[in-house]
């Protein structure tokens, strides 16, 4: 079953950081059979709070998602990221079709 990892950008806070973060990131994708299903397009906020980006990628299943995100390439990327913006990350199970 699909699964889903959803970044949800507050606000970038070191833009070096986040520079350095989006290389690494990229470089961490690999072999891991990741989808972008959305990446910084325009949004629109209906409810909550205004979000600055968006990201979906979809994989394959949860262990896929997993796979890819606890990676020791993601968690280095990641250390940049935590670093150069506020986030909100999700992994939500899709469902069956």
């Known amino acids: 079953m699909s699964a889903y990892v959803v970044f949800i950008r507050d606000k ?5 950081e986040f520079a350095i973060y989006g ?3 990229g470089k961490a994708r690999g072999d891991h059979p990741i989808t972008p299903l959305a ?4 949004l629109e906020t209906l409810e909550g709070p205004e979000a600055d ?15 890819w995100y ?4 993601y968690q280095e990327a990641k ?3 935590l670093k150069g913006a506020e986030y ?8 069956e079709k």
């Open 88 to 95: 909100r990350v999700v992994l939500v199970q899709g469902v």
């Open 12 to 16: 970038i806070t070191n833009p070096e």
């Open 23 to 25: 290389e690494k990131a």
């Open 39 to 42: 990446f910084y397009g325009q």
């Open 53 to 67: 980006g968006v990201v979906v990628l979809e994989f394959p299943s949860v262990e896929a998602a997993h796979g």
């Open 79 to 81: 250390q940049h990221r």
């Open 70 to 73: 606890d990676s020791p390439e």
